[in-house]
Structure formats: C-alpha cells, structure tokens
C-alpha cells in the first residue's frame, strides 16, 4: 500500500492556512525527531476555543496533509475537542479502530500510515502543537489572575 496516496497528496497540497499571524495570543514550534518535521503555529483564543490560526510548517506530505485536516476545521475548537481528536487518531494510526467524528473523518486518508509507525509524529504533530499552545495560553491566564 503506498504512504502518500492521492488523497494525501491533495490535502497536502490545499492547506488553507500558510501565513503566521502577526499578533498571535501564542506561538508553538514542535518538530519529530525522525524525520525533522516542524510546525510553528500561532494562535489568537477567544474563550479558551480557536479564533484564528497562522502556521508555517516545513513538514513531509504527511503533517501537511494532517495539518490541511485539523487547520480546515480548527476555528471554534477547544483542548477537550482536540485532545480526545489526538487520542482517537493514534488509536486509529495504531489498531485500525476508527472513532473520529465529523467534521475530522477525513483522517480515515491516513490508513496506510499504520504500517509505518515511526511516521505516526508527523501525523499527530499539528495535534501536538495545538495541544501545547492551548495549554500555554491556559497557564498564562492562570498565573496572570
């Protein structure tokens, strides 16, 4: 089965954001370390949910097209949404079980992943940087009230 089907190379190639914000709540920088993917997101929050998403990512086919999956649909979201999304992914990337819901299953695209474990990162790396920024701009309205 071939990693970089049509699909992926079609969501690849249409990520809807590829410009950083110029005055972002929090920016992010995550890289793997297998294959030297790296995702600097920025992100402006409103109620602890998603308002804006900036992004420069030098990732292969794989975080691009992942990252084209979670940008597409990322307005609104909050850390509950995207970590049970992030869990739910790597259940699919490491049993085949798919639980992920609209508007997300298009994650299902990534099937032939499975059998490459080591380029699982790439996947969940967008996951992984949202993750980290909205717990960082947590933190800083914990420690600022």
Known sequence: ??????????????????????????????????????????????KSKIREVGLDIKACALGQASACIFVTHA??????????????????????????????TRYKYFEPAQKVPYRHDSVLLILDASIEALQEVSGLKTKSN
């Open 1 to 46: 089965m071939d990693l970089y089907t049509n699909n992926i190379l079609e969501l690849a190639s249409t990520i809807p954001v590829t410009t950083r914000l110029m005055h972002p709540d929090v920016t992010v920088t995550k890289r793997t370390a297998i294959c030297g993917s790296s995702i600097t997101m920025d992100l402006n929050i409103s």
């Open 75 to 104: 307005i609104g979201t909050d850390i509950g949404v995207i970590t049970e999304l992030r869990k739910n992914l790597k259940i699919f990337l490491e049993t085949g079980t798919f639980l992920i819901e609209e508007p997300f």
